[in-house]
T-cell receptor, first 113, second 114 residues
Framework: AQSVTQLDSHVSVSEGTPVLLRCNYS??????LFWYVQHPNKGLQLLLK??????LVKGINGFEAEFKKSETSFHLTKPSAHMSDAAEYFC???????????FGQGTTLQVKP | EAQVTQNPRYLITVTGKKLTVTCSQN?????MSWYRQDPGLGLRQIYY???????DKGDVPEGYKVSRKEKRNFPLILESPSPNQTSLYFC?????????????FGDGTRLSIL
């Protein structure tokens, strides 16, 4: 069975400093992994996806994530936080052929001026 | 513009009064799905549809119905809503139902059942 755990429910950074949002996954086969972002009162927007190609995945808005099979991790990073990055972030693993997405509990990113 | 459209965006209603949340996508996607979002639980799948006339239960289907008569539409029906169905609901679609397909999400429907 697939599962995903986001290690921090809340992360606070200052504008211009690096962002690290941590995610560990469990999968019985080679997983597809995603990061989505949710801004207040909006739907979820895809940031990036990993589907067994390059282990370092670049996404939109300067975000990237590295797939580490040995650590079963898929952490999201950004070199320099902007105020507009404040949102909730979800790490997601694909549940197999049914297309089901299995979501982590979410990490709220706060960006301080 | 490619999008998933849900209606209504907000609804307050009472226990037992049947309601339908509509979902429409304009991307000719085969796969559609409904999720509910509750604090601390992330999103959980309610029902999904691999194609027209093909639907199946997700993780939390109790109290919900769906239908897929047309490719673009996937309404969520609450026949007899109860307070524990108060939640934020999202419809999503993707080209196909394979594991590596990212899904496009609507803006959500916030339901309050009194």
């Amino acid at each position: 069975a697939q599962s995903v755990t986001q290690l921090d429910s809340h992360v606070s950074v200052s504008e211009g400093t690096p962002v690290l949002l941590r995610c560990n996954y469990s999968s019985s086969y080679s997983p597809s992994l995603f990061w989505y972002v949710q801004h207040p009162n909006k739907g979820l927007q895809l940031l990036l996806k990993y589907t067994s190609a390059a282990t370092l995945v670049k996404g939109i808005n300067g975000f990237e994530a590295e797939f580490k099979k040995s650590e079963t991790s898929f952490h999201l990073t950004k070199p320099s936080a902007h105020m507009s990055d404040a949102a909730e972030y979800f790490c997601v693993v694909s549940g197999g052929n049914t297309g089901k997405l299995i979501f982590g509990q979410g990490t709220t990113l706060q960006v301080k001026p | 513009e490619a999008q998933v459209t849900q209606n209504p965006r907000y609804l307050i209603t009472v226990t037992g009064k049947k309601l339908t949340v509509t979902c429409s996508q304009n991307m000719n996607h085969e796969y559609m799905s409904w999720y509910r979002q509750d604090p601390g639980l992330g999103l959980r799948q309610i029902y999904y549809s691999m194609n027209v006339e093909v639907t199946d239960k997700g993780d939390v289907p109790e109290g919900y119905k769906v239908s897929r008569k047309e490719k673009r539409n996937f309404p969520l029906i609450l026949e007899s809503p109860s307070p524990n169905q108060t939640s934020l609901y999202f419809c999503a679609s993707s080209q196909q139902g394979g594991g590596n397909q990212p899904q496009h999400f609507g803006d959500g429907t916030r339901l309050s059942i009194l």
